[in-house]
């Protein structure tokens, strides 16, 4: 019997030292992209700024779209991250759940996502604002 609960007490400090690793990558990648922010509300405001409304070809608009796209969807990312942990769970180390356990997976995976749409967002953005400065 005493050797079993060793097993489930080595299995589970694996488990916890798994989630703090995971929870630590994971802000890591928000913390990455939160200056990131700031370029995308940059590129935004230089690129509708170089081009009324009515003058803006569709691909001009649609980089607007994709900055703002961006921009919500972080502002989304953020909001529900944080609505799913405590402060203590991103901060502090404090163990997860089960449920909570696989939702940091699922977070993991979403910030990937959202760091490639955003750095996407930005390079486009980028792109236009440096091709209205050459015209």
């Known amino acids: ?10 299995f589970t400090a ?41 003058l803006r070809t569709e691909e001009q608009q649609n980089t607007i779209d994709q900055l703002e ?10 909001r529900d991250f944080g609505a799913a942990f405590d402060f203590e769970e991103i901060n502090k180390g404090k163990p997860l759940n089960a449920a909570k356990a696989d939702s940091l997976k699922k977070y993991a995976q979403s910030v990937e996502a959202l ?13 236009v604002f440096d091709a209205l400065k050459q015209e």
């Open 115 to 127: 760091k490639e749409q955003m750095l996407s967002a930005i390079e486009e953005g980028q792109s």
């Open 14 to 54: 694996i488990l916890l030292i798994s989630c703090q690793n995971e929870m630590e990558a994971v802000v890591a990648v928000h913390d990455e992209l939160m200056p990131k922010m700031v370029d995308i509300s940059r590129l935004q405001e230089q690129i509708s700024e170089a081009i009324p409304d009515s």
């Open 1 to 10: 019997m005493n050797t079993f609960r060793s097993i489930i007490l080595f």
């Open 69 to 78: 796209a961006a921009n919500t969807a972080m502002m989304d990312w953020m």
